[in-house]
């Protein structure tokens, strides 16, 4: 059964950093397309940042500057590091990915569980 596994979320105060990995696991070939999303209570869910097969990076215009994202193709892992967090960075964040079981299969999409992300002091 295909998994992707969050994990490296908590409670920080505001200009800490934290750093989220996400984990795909099970018979899997390769992920693509991965990205973060966020959702805090009562807000819909959105796009924090994703990175392409080749690399290409995008982000919310939010979090420029201060999130990173990367991937580990080996690993099929994918991480987010967020830097100078602010209290409006609180959410649950998702990772997605688009996962291919063989080479050859069709991708289907993905998403983890979820990991809380508190900014306070």
């Known amino acids: 059964q295909v998994q992707l596994v969050e994990s490296g979320g908590g409670l920080v105060q505001p200009g800490g950093s934290l750093r989220l990995s996400c984990a795909a696991s099970g018979s899997i070939y390769s992920i693509n397309a991965p990205g973060w999303y966020r959702q805090a209570p009562g807000k819909e869910r959105e796009l924090v940042a994703g990175?392409?097969?080749?690399?290409?990076?995008n982000y919310a215009d939010s979090v420029k500057g201060r999130f990173t994202i990367s991937r580990d193709n080996a690993k099929n892992t994918v991480y987010l590091q967020m830097n100078s967090l602010k209290s409006e960075d609180t959410a649950v964040y998702f990772c997605?990915?688009?996962?291919?079981?063989?080479?050859?299969?069709?991708?289907?999409?993905?998403w983890g569980q979820g990991t809380q992300v508190t900014v306070s002091s």
């Open positions: 990175i392409s097969s080749g690399g290409i990076t």
């Open positions: 997605n990915a688009a996962v291919y079981r063989t080479r050859w299969s069709t991708p289907l999409n993905y």
